[in-house]
């Protein structure tokens, strides 16, 4: 499929021709796509747990559109956190790509700055601290070693927002990382009415910008690059260096990085004949957070492996769930008031080939109408506090915030 992508510079044109509720966009660092329309959707059969046999219906899926004359051979969308939840999953009408998308730093963003909102914590900030408390006293009794706990933000504006406008602005702060928007069907909605170019009115747009590889695979190669222990950026330089210092030397942040890049590799070693996992980790940054880095390079022992089932068998990371996975699944539903969806689950696209891409569906937002839910979450292990891990949310959620041209609300966002 990437023998057919056009030059870098339509990546910009892939960006402007988006349309809410009938575009699929997706923008990493090697490439960028837009996909348009509906030509079939995946369907969910019935059983408990939506992951088993993913990889096979979507690869029976696309083996029957191209025996039914559809010449375009990839699926796009998202996997939800919750494995009993369906997937958003479609072969789209058209898909066309381009190189990486380089949109003009030094044009600022186009959203004003907006003080005129209504905004509601779920849960709220001394809440998810409590909450922090009690999975540190869960942590305690030993059998479960880091959880990883979220919380929502609700905002209501005046006017309807800008997803397109919202999705330019995340690419143009994300260069390095992974921005993508797209529609996601309330269940029953018909899927004739997701065709052309018209919006749907009964559909939400999940959109963001994630720093996180999940994996990707070409050929024979697979990347995943796993990111755990955080710190806030600073606008003074000389802050923002000590805390990018102090973040890698930090033994609590190294021990819960440590725990899922463990965790990753052991999910992949059964497909791959080499695999390299780096002793130390790498800083990387966005402009909100310092991440705490692996970069895991993998050989595949069978080129018929498909991005999917190394997605499958890796998801939930403890990035996003904890460890043991099971019992940290648990420890979520009793303490977070919502529910995830989307959030921490998986977004991509997958070819034919089984080679594609899937990022981790965090810094991200459920938009509907005027409203959006935007979504963080920070990884409890030993030596959290409730202070530390709320300030770590409301950094994050300065993403979606600064796109937005919202102005945080401190009183409710916990800072």
Not at 12 to 17: G, M
Request: charged share 20%; hydrophobic share 40%; with cysteine.
């Amino acid at each position: 499929m990437l023998k057919n992508e056009v030059a870098p510079a339509v990546a910009t044109q892939l960006l402007e021709d988006y349309r809410e509720g009938s575009s699929f966009f997706w923008a990493s660092p090697e490439r960028t796509l837009l996909a348009r329309g509906v030509h079939a959707r995946l369907i969910s059969d019935g059983e408990s747990n939506n992951l088993v046999n993913l990889p096979e219906r979507v690869a029976k899926l696309l083996a029957h559109t191209k025996k039914s004359g559809h010449e375009l051979s990839v699926i796009v969308g998202a996997i939800p956190y919750d494995h009993t939840k369906p997937s958003e999953l479609i072969v789209p009408l058209t898909a066309e790509w381009a190189g990486p998308l380089n949109l003009n730093s030094e044009i600022k963003m186009n959203s004003p700055l907006i003080t005129d909102y209504e905004v509601q914590a779920v849960p709220e900030a001394s809440e998810y601290a409590k909450g922090v408390n009690k999975v540190l006293m869960r942590l305690a009794q030993g059998d479960v070693q880091k959880v990883v706990l979220s919380r929502s933000i609700h905002i209501t504006l005046p006017t309807v927002v800008d997803t397109h406008g919202l999705l330019r602005n995340l690419a143009q702060n994300n260069t390095h990382g992974y921005t993508f928007g797209m529609s996601l069907l309330k269940e029953g909605v018909d899927d004739s009415l997701n065709r052309g170019s018209s919006v749907n009115k009964d559909h939400h747009t999940l959109v963001g910008a994630s720093p996180e590889l999940l994996v990707k695979k070409a050929g024979t190669q697979i990347i995943a690059n796993p990111l755990a222990g955080s710190a806030a950026r600073s606008e003074d330089p000389i802050e923002d260096e000590r805390r990018a210092v102090a973040l890698l030397a930090s033994s609590k942040d190294r021990h819960e990085h440590a725990v899922v890049v463990a965790a990753v590799a052991a999910a992949l070693r059964p497909y791959c004949t080499t695999l390299v996992v780096p002793d130390e980790p790498s800083l990387v940054q966005t402009n909100t957070m310092w991440h705490l880095s692996t970069e895991i390079v993998g050989e595949l022992a069978d080129i018929r492996t498909s991005v999917l089932e190394l997605a499958v068998a890796l998801h939930p990371t403890p990035a996003v769930c904890g460890t043991p996975t099971d019992l940290a699944r648990e420890v979520i539903k009793e303490i977070e008031p919502f529910e995830r969806g989307f959030f921490t689950g998986l977004v991509g696209w997958c070819d034919s080939n089984g080679d594609g891409e899937w990022a981790v569906t965090i810094r991200c937002a459920e938009v509907a109408g005027r409203t959006l839910r935007l979504f963080a979450g920070a990884g409890i292990v030993s030596g959290s506090s409730g202070e530390a891990e709320l300030a770590e949310t409301s950094a994050k959620l300065q993403t979606l915030f600064l796109a937005m041209g919202l102005k945080q609300q401190e009183d409710e966002m916990g800072e």
